[in-house]
């Protein structure tokens, strides 16, 4: 009885929690300058404005949304797309000794390094390739540490799908891409979902390669027109306040239609 009665009092507790910090930048975002440097903590303004939007609106915080949504998607795209075949490949074919190994420690190593570290390189080829000061720049250096975070989760997703079902659709006269198209594919649906918001989610909030690569403010992303609040002289806390807020509603939204599908992900990949 205890038990039964305590479980959606720590639900709702924990849930609280949680929403915090989203319910504190909403409210920050909807105060007057001299309340949001009061001495008082108060969670919800007292004279509500949305002067700090209308100047998000001035800035075309609009153009910085789009710019984050493409780059986002796209190298989640990009690093599905490479990061599958080479998980299938390490986990199902016949590789020489020791080649898997060595390549996913290559991986893992690249994973691990930061980001700065592989700059000055970056440049020169995005450089050579005209790609400076694109968004399709972008998404092929944030394959940095997309691709190897794909590939690392989605071997264990490879690993997940029984080697049976591929066997008899290969009875059948099922080719390597029919068999990838028709069972693997399906079956790693929820693991795709779950890989993918990770990747979104990592691709959103990047910051460094987004300041380093890309100069007219037009292209730029969210981290980045972020960054330009925060000053020698001023930090605009409630505009930083009203970016973070709605920074947070793409993510949220998309993990709120796709949950179904990241728990079944999570599980398949702990069986």
Excluded at 25 to 30: D, E, P
Aim: include cysteine.
């Amino acid at each position: 009885m205890w038990r039964k009665a305590f479980h959606p009092v720590l639900v709702y507790w924990v849930t609280g929690v949680m929403l915090l910090p989203l319910v504190w930048m909403a409210g920050t975002s909807l105060k007057p300058p001299i309340e949001y440097v009061s001495p008082t903590i108060d969670l919800l303004p007292d004279a509500p404005t949305l002067a700090h939007y209308r100047q998000l609106i001035d800035d075309n915080i609009l153009g910085k949304v789009i710019n984050s949504l493409v780059v986002a998607f796209g190298s989640t795209f990009l690093a599905l797309l490479c990061g599958f075949p080479a998980a299938y490949a390490l986990v199902r074919l016949r590789l020489p000794k020791h080649l898997d190994v060595a390549f996913l420690l290559f991986v893992l190593i690249i994973k691990l390094s930061p980001p700065i570290v592989l700059a000055i390189p970056l440049y020169q080829v995005l450089r050579a390739l005209g790609l400076l000061d694109t968004l399709l720049g972008l998404i092929l250096v944030y394959q940095v540490y997309c691709l190897p975070f794909a590939i690392w989760m989605l071997i264990g997703f490879v690993r997940d799908v029984s080697v049976s079902y591929e066997e008899a659709a290969l009875m059948d006269g099922a080719g390597l891409f029919a068999r990838l198209a028709t069972v693997v594919l399906p079956i790693m649906t929820p693991g795709l979902i779950a890989t993918g918001v990770f990747l979104l989610i990592l691709s959103w909030n990047e910051f460094v390669y987004a300041l380093l690569f890309i100069q007219t403010p037009s292209k730029f992303t969210l981290p980045t027109y972020i960054a330009t609040l925060i000053t020698e002289d001023e930090t605009f806390w409630g505009r930083l306040a009203a970016i973070g807020f709605l920074a947070s509603l793409p993510i949220l939204a998309l993990v709120g239609v796709v949950q179904k599908g990241l728990t079944r992900g999570f599980a398949g990949g702990l069986k």
